[in-house]
């Protein structure tokens, strides 16, 4: 793939960085701003994970009703991004930034004091509205203020990694601070951090929004949008209570007649919210299928060997918390290393590399037994390298799925970057908690677990390789 910036880059508005590898002060003062929004609401998806007994039993939530505390957020989150990428681009993309930073201070505040259920749900569906629309703003923010090319990589790659590092560190966060302060630390983190952003960002960062304001194509936003909810509640419900379900049957059956709806509306819409023509380039379609499949294998892998650490050896949600900072340094320096690899060979080339990794060293705990010391030494150099190469392909397809486009279509192409990260994150744990309990046929054994968990990460070193033969068909280079 050409890394050079687009000739017509300035005249549709973009911030595009002069052509050179060094970063000015001031760019470097807004990449700080724009990774640390991101990397605050990468965390925002896990932190609670392990938080979540701790809440039921302080805000008296039944033991079937705490899923929802995590739901109401993915719901959110994954179901209004690409809409909340839409809106950007009509209003401005740093004004939706910093709204919504605001917004999720003001919903994490709510949280942090909240004395009953119905406030805590509301405030994660706020912090889930305000995650949908930062994440796609942020990452058009960041595009458009960087140049095609090593610049453009290099920022990609150090988000790619704080990405990843925020979901692993929320895991992390989650147990400390419930063991050591309250479950309600997990909220009020996120207060000053959004507030520092909120005061400094105006100041350091342009407005980008394309030179002709869009129409807001609402057919398609709403189609797309409830399609979405559908799709995430059915999979979460299958998840929580079998494929069968009708739970989970209705949402599946709905999201999947919404989403084909929204095609058809796209295909006859003036102003379609996804012109059919970018979603058929292939960078556009292929790039985000290996993003989703990207963010759906690593992040449910965190689920899978939060079980297995859990309930096969017996680790509390501290020490297993702790255990995944292997995986964080993983995906740090697979995010340092990916625009060097990119730069030096292709981006196919690190999708492809990255993917056979991850899936090596996926497979690899194929071999996770029921002593500790033998798995400890498997599981942590697995997941280092397979941390690696998934951010390979993460940096990989970032690059792919926004590059070659004017910044008037960049609002929409980090809107569908940005679903694919949001709804991989939101389904992984889902789908694989669906294959774990099928392959436990309910019982809750530790043998039983770890065959479970077995079962579901040979799934999952199966989809890491799906990825890499779809781009290696779809992304070759065309002779």
């Not at 880059?9 to 002069?18: E, K």
């Not at 929802?68 to 839409?86: D, E, M, N, V, Y």
């Not at 950007?88 to 505040?109: E, M, N, Q, Y």
């Not at 292939?282 to 759906?296: E, H, I, S």
Request: no cysteine.
């Amino acid at each position: 793939m050409s890394t050079t910036a687009p000739t017509d880059a300035r005249r549709h508005g973009a911030q595009a960085a002069p052509a050179t590898e060094r970063l000015s002060g001031r760019l470097k003062l807004v990449l700080a701003v724009l990774l640390v929004a991101q990397f605050m609401l990468a965390v925002d998806f896990s932190i609670l994970n392990v938080a979540l007994p701790a809440i039921g039993d302080s805000l008296g939530f039944a033991l079937s009703d705490l899923q929802w505390i995590a739901t109401a957020f993915a719901l959110s989150a994954a179901g209004f991004t690409l809409f909340f990428g839409r809106i950007g681009d009509l209003i401005g993309r740093k004004k939706i930034f910093i709204g919504s930073l605001a917004l999720l201070g003001a919903a994490s505040l709510a949280g942090g004091l909240a004395a009953s259920p119905e406030v805590l749900l509301a405030a994660r569906v706020a912090q889930g509205l305000a995650t949908a629309a930062a994440t796609p703003a942020g990452l058009a923010l960041l595009t458009t203020s960087f140049a095609e090319g090593p610049l453009r990589q290099k920022a990609l790659g150090i988000n790619g990694a704080l990405m990843s590092a925020g979901f692993t560190t929320g895991a992390i966060l989650g147990g400390i601070l419930t063991d050591l302060l309250s479950w309600r630390w997990a909220f009020f983190l996120n207060v000053p951090v959004a507030l520092a952003v909120v005061v400094i960002a105006p100041a350091v960062i342009k407005e980008s929004r394309p030179t002709e304001r869009p129409r807001l194509d609402l057919p398609g936003a709403l189609t797309v949008t409830l399609g979405l909810l559908g799709l995430v509640f059915g999979l979460t419900q299958a998840g929580e209570r079998g494929w069968t379900h009708p739970h989970a049957l209705l949402g599946l059956g709905a999201g999947a007649l919404l989403l084909a709806a929204f095609f058809l509306v796209e295909r006859r819409a003036t102003a379609p919210l996804v012109p059919l023509r970018t979603l058929g380039r292939p960078t556009v379609a292929w790039g985000n299928v290996l993003g989703l499949l990207a963010f759906v294998t690593e992040t449910s892998l965190v689920y899978l060997l939060t079980l297995y650490l859990q309930k096969t050896l017996g680790f509390s949600p501290l020490a297993a918390g702790v255990t995944f900072g292997v995986l964080g340094l993983g995906t740090v320096a697979g995010g340092l290393l990916a625009p060097r690899v990119i730069a030096r060979t292709s981006t196919l080339t690190a999708l492809v590399a990255g993917g056979l990794v991850q899936t090596v060293f996926t497979a690899a705990l194929l071999f996770l037994g029921t002593s500790t010391g033998a798995s400890l030494a498997l599981l942590l150099p697995a997941t280092f390298f397979g941390g690696v190469g998934n951010m390979l392909v993460i940096v990989g397809f970032m690059v792919t799925a926004t590059s070659g486009l004017p910044d008037a279509e960049q609002g929409l192409a980090t809107g569908l970057a940005s679903m694919a990260q949001q709804v991989g994150i939101t389904l992984g744990t889902p789908v694989m908690s669906a294959v774990v309990t099928a392959a436990t046929a309910g019982a809750t054994t530790a043998s039983a677990v770890h065959s479970g968990v077995t079962t579901a990460i040979a799934v999952n070193a199966g989809l890491v390789l799906l990825g890499v033969a779809l781009a290696a068909l779809f992304l070759r280079p065309r002779p």
